[in-house]
């Protein structure tokens, strides 16, 4: 496993930010899950990983002793301890790329310049693996997107994009869990419901998983998606 | 059968909060909880309620709240005027209210946020670990008119709260109020001239809410968008555009922008009791 060069820096009185000096990779993506899961071990804190930085976070900031925290955390990085099991998890999202429910997708075809068919395509051609969630409860942040797809984000973010809604911005593809503000152009949606506080692990998709887009038709998201919605 | 109050009037934006929801941050969900967090432990504390017991945080106008049991009641953080039927009620001093008494609460002078505990806490929903307010977490968004509320068991009138002094952070500030900052990651990466830019007065813009605090002066400033790293509530983010913006208590889990600092949390405490046109100065240590 390879070993990276790394910063820790205090984030505030009661959280710790390592910083990983390495751009984004898959080994790096493995490597901070791999910390991740060693560094969960330490009580009374939660751990958040990003592209290339982990964030160990005090749930309990009467117990939160800095030094000794630190200390703890170098050996853990420095630990040469090997990988947790590969994960092999791929979710098959199914996506409508319509333009009755993907209210950005004409728009956004005119302006890269491809027809539907083709964004489709090339949409649904890579495994992504998941880098993180972040933003909205259960967001995925996706690695992949075929650079023929990659689009400006919108100069005026939309006030409502809907739940389940399937979009791109930049260099970047992900979905909305929940309906929320955002800036991305909207091109699909999908019935699944990537969030459910019912659940015991509410998050259907987690980091280091991998998505695949799977198209489907408009009748098919009908008869998959909630009739209440 | 256990104790229970009803919402007679909401008020501006009331909500039910704790001390935080946590565990669930690397799956994108924000920590919530009472924004001044020292006005919501110092009014568990007064009811001898237990440190994470959930109560109601509200904004700029306080609700109207009927007891169906006797109960006591406390009220820190922002000052308002209260009355029980009418006899007016100190702010951080226990108080019980009879059964079917109703609680009058004024709008709020001084302060923004108030903070109203109940003997036992609210036993509302405990969702993802906490009993804090964040749509979509939790179905609601804020209390509704006519809402009835359970409360616990209050061990109250057992034994007496914590012999504290009440005293509020906020209003025993002058009228400079000034917010200690640490060094955020992306600092270095700022002018030494940009540096010193931070230290002149700035004001809370339009753009105050749960989420996020917003400065009303632009920043100008040279600094690019970062790869979406981890952010706090405290982090105070610098927008390309030259926009300053604090992250609250229900801030997004991760951001793009450069975390140039971050707030210390007994400055978070002051941030959530101020508004637009508020001044603030801010520390960098």
């Not at chain 1, 791929?90 to 728009?107: G, R, T």
């Not at chain 2, 669930?24 to 110092?42: C, F, H, K, N, W």
Request: proline share 5%; glycine share 8%.
């Amino acid at each position: 496993m390879n070993t990276y060069q790394y910063a820790i820096t205090r984030l505030g009185e009661f959280a710790i930010l390592i910083q990983v000096d390495s751009k984004a990779s898959h080994e790096l993506l493995e490597w901070l899950l791999a910390k991740k899961a060693q560094l969960q071990v330490l009580t009374n804190v939660e751990v958040v990983t990003t592209y290339n930085e982990i964030l160990v976070k005090s749930i309990n900031p009467v117990h939160f002793n800095y030094e000794g925290i630190e200390t703890r955390i170098h050996k853990i990085l420095n630990s040469s301890k090997e990988s947790i099991e590969a994960n092999e998890i791929i979710h098959k999202i199914p996506v409508c790329y319509h333009p009755e429910i993907a209210p950005d997708l004409e728009d956004y075809a005119s302006k890269v310049g491809l027809d539907i068919k083709s964004i489709i395509n090339l949409h649904t051609a890579p495994v992504y693996p998941v880098h993180f969630i972040g933003f909205l409860p259960g967001f995925p942040y996706l690695e992949g997107l075929n650079s023929r797809l990659f689009l400006n984000r919108k100069e005026t973010p939309s006030q409502h994009v809907a739940s389940g809604s399937v979009a791109i911005g930049g260099t970047q593809t992900g979905i909305y869990p929940q309906q929320s503000p955002g800036g991305w152009h909207v091109i699909g949606k999908t019935p699944l419901h990537l969030f459910d506080i019912s659940k015991t692990s509410p998050a259907l998709i987690k980091a280091g998983d991998k998505i695949q887009f799977t198209s489907i038709t408009l009748e098919a998201y009908n008869l998959l998606s909630d009739k209440d919605e | 059968m256990s104790k229970s109050i009803q919402i007679l009037d909401k008020g501006f934006f009331t909500t039910v909060q704790d001390g935080g929801r946590y565990g669930y941050a690397a799956i994108g969900v924000p920590e919530s909880g009472a924004m001044d967090r020292l006005a919501y432990t110092q009014a568990n504390r007064l009811l001898n309620n237990h440190p994470n017991a959930a109560i109601l945080e509200c904004t700029l106008v306080g609700p109207k709240i009927r007891f169906n049991h006797p109960t006591y009641v406390v009220i820190t953080g922002a000052h308002m005027d209260v009355t029980l039927d009418g006899t007016p009620v100190k702010i951080g001093v226990p108080t019980l209210a009879k059964a079917s008494q109703i609680l009058y609460t004024s709008k709020i002078s001084r302060g923004t946020r108030c903070y109203i505990a109940f003997g036992g806490g609210l036993e509302t929903a405990t969702v993802l670990n906490s009993k804090s307010w964040y749509t979509p977490i939790t179905p609601d968004n804020q209390i509704r008119n006519g809402a009835t509320l359970s409360l616990g068991i209050s061990t109250y009138g057992d034994r007496k709260g914590a012999h504290i002094k009440y005293k509020s952070a906020y209003l025993s500030a002058g009228r400079v109020h000034t917010i200690q900052a640490f060094r955020g990651p992306e600092y270095r990466l700022l002018t030494h001239s940009e540096q010193q830019l931070l230290a002149v007065p700035f004001t809370i813009s339009k753009l105050w809410n749960r989420m996020a605090v917003q400065l009303q002066e632009p920043f100008d400033n040279k600094l690019k968008s970062i790869a979406t790293s981890p952010v706090i509530p405290g982090t105070v983010q610098l927008t390309p555009s030259g926009k300053i913006i604090i992250l609250m208590r229900d801030c997004q889990t991760t951001g793009g922008y450069p975390r140039i600092l971050q707030i210390a949390q007994s400055s978070i405490n002051i941030l959530a009791q101020m508004q637009q046109g508020d001044g603030i100065l801010l520390s960098v240590t």
